[in-house]
């Protein structure tokens, strides 16, 4: 604000009692060349101001043609839980599916701490100079508490989120198991539609739990660091066999050794898990997402990959396999929100509940209450 501007009046003022710092002097017309205070009388934007809504040819043009802003936009009503808004995605996915299905889909999951965000921009890059657009869904694990999300991913891949060539989305896990969002598949068609030809998926990583990823990408990586513990320790059965590559992050400086010496462990291990593809052997790599030594490596086995499951039918056949899947999970949750909406059920739940914190009452028996009441039973 400008010298003749007064601060208002909730607001405290320079050297007020107990008033920590300074308010400084700002350039006229306020924040953003917004005039000061967005709702006042000296303000031309209104308090209670709404972006227009857009019909289902705004959100499809505009993805189609490659609008960065319309395709955020996109992948919120996708996002959306309100009933109107999910009427109108499944519209809108309808005219955007015959422009999917022709990216490599690349599911990163692994340790925390493991690198992954600095892995994926090192990646990322490399992707694009090869002459690709990359699409990056990062997600971010929600609080149990709280509900919220930092979704700070973006601001670690500071210059792969200035490439023309990417589009970068942080997105929350909204409590859904698995290390993805319950929308990631539809994210992922409509980042297709777009014209991002590969998708990069970064989960939350947390732990051999997080398994849902596969059932949603062509080629799964898991990324792992030495000098963590008894490295044999990672090789379990569980997210490790379902890996097309394990990838030892941080090779570089002293920890380069150690890498190596991890590298040949868990390849040996590797050769008693069954291949997570068929006709293809899991194989362990190391790389320096700071340095950059070995994402070449990693892309060339990536695209080695595709080309030979393209060749035998694998390739194709994930795809509908999963494609069959994804109706199996919307169904399943189709149905939970059913039953859980079930007046019987609503009505009784909150009786069952406190009779099984109490212990006055099986949690077998309390289902079994619970499914009579959906079914009409007494």
């Known amino acids: 604000m400008s010298k003749k501007d007064k601060l208002p009046e909730w607001a405290p003022q320079n050297g007020g009692e107990g008033?920590?710092?300074?308010?400084?002097?700002?350039?006229?017309?306020?924040?953003?060349?917004?005039?000061?205070?967005?709702?006042?009388?000296?303000?031309?934007?209104?308090?209670?101001?709404?972006?227009?809504?857009?019909?289902?040819?705004?959100?499809?043009?505009?993805?189609?043609?490659?609008?960065?802003?319309?395709?955020?936009?996109?992948?919120t009503l996708v996002e959306s839980n309100s009933h109107a808004h999910m009427e109108l995605a499944?519209?809108?996915?309808?005219?955007?599916?015959?422009?999917?299905?022709?990216?490599?889909?690349?599911?990163?999951?692994?340790?925390?701490?493991g690198g992954?965000?600095?892995?994926?921009?090192?990646?990322?890059?490399?992707?694009?100079?090869?002459?690709?657009?990359?699409?990056?869904?990062?997600?971010?694990?929600?609080?149990?508490i709280t509900g919220g999300s930092?979704?700070?991913?973006?601001?670690?891949?500071?210059?792969?989120?200035?490439?023309?060539?990417?589009?970068?989305?942080?997105?929350?896990?909204?409590?859904?198991?698995?290390?993805?969002?319950?929308?990631?598949?539809?994210?992922?068609?409509?980042?297709?539609?777009?014209?991002?030809?590969?998708?990069?998926?970064?989960?939350?990583?947390?732990?051999?739990s997080e398994i849902t990823v596969r059932s949603m990408v062509d080629f799964f990586l898991l990324l792992m660091v030495a000098g963590a513990?008894?490295?044999?320790?990672?090789?379990k059965r569980g997210i490790t066999e379902l890996a097309d590559a394990l990838l030892i992050n941080k090779a570089d400086g002293d920890n380069k050794t150690f890498a190596k010496v991890a590298r040949n462990e868990y390849e040996r291990a590797l050769q008693y898990i069954q291949p997570a593809t068929k006709g293809r052997q899991t194989h362990a790599y190391t790389c320096s997402a700071v340095t950059g030594e070995?994402?070449?490596?990693?892309?060339?086995?990536?695209?080695?990959?595709?080309?030979?499951?393209?060749?035998?039918?694998?390739?194709?056949?994930?795809?509908?396999?999963?494609?069959?899947?994804?109706?199996?999970?919307?169904l399943n949750e189709h149905l939970r929100t059913l039953f859980l909406k079930n007046p019987g059920v609503v009505d009784v739940l909150p009786e069952i509940e406190k009779a099984v914190t109490n212990g006055t009452m099986p949690p077998t028996a309390a289902v079994n209450k619970l499914i009579s009441m959906f079914e009409g039973k007494k």
């Not at 513990?229 to 090789?235: C, P």
């Not at 080309?307 to 109706?327: A, H, L, N």
Request: glycine content about 14%; hydrophobic content about 35%; aromatic content about 6%.
């Open 294 to 330: 070995g994402i070449d490596k990693i892309w060339s086995v990536i695209e080695d990959f595709r080309k030979k499951t393209t060749e035998s039918g694998v390739f194709e056949s994930r795809r509908r396999s999963q494609t069959w899947d994804w109706v199996h999970a919307m």
């Open 229 to 235: 513990g008894d490295e044999l320790q990672g090789i």
């Open 90 to 113: 499944q519209e809108v996915l309808g005219r955007l599916l015959p422009g999917t299905g022709n990216s490599m889909r690349i599911g990163i999951t692994g340790v925390p701490g």
């Open 116 to 144: 992954k965000s600095t892995f994926i921009e090192a990646l990322g890059r490399h992707i694009i100079k090869q002459g690709h657009k990359v699409a990056v869904l990062a997600v971010d694990p929600s609080s149990s």
């Open 150 to 208: 930092i979704l700070g991913d973006k601001t670690r891949m500071e210059q792969l989120s200035r490439d023309i060539n990417c589009f970068i989305r942080p997105s929350p896990t909204g409590g859904t198991l698995g290390g993805v969002t319950r929308k990631s598949r539809e994210t992922i068609l409509v980042c297709e539609a777009a014209g991002y030809d590969v998708i990069l998926i970064e989960t939350v990583g947390v732990g051999q």
């Open 19 to 75: 008033f920590a710092c300074r308010v400084m002097e700002g350039v006229e017309g306020g924040h953003d060349g917004i005039a000061f205070y967005a709702g006042t009388k000296s303000s031309p934007v209104s308090a209670n101001y709404e972006r227009p809504s857009l019909s289902v040819d705004d959100y499809v043009d505009g993805t189609l043609r490659g609008d960065i802003a319309m395709l955020g936009r996109t992948i």
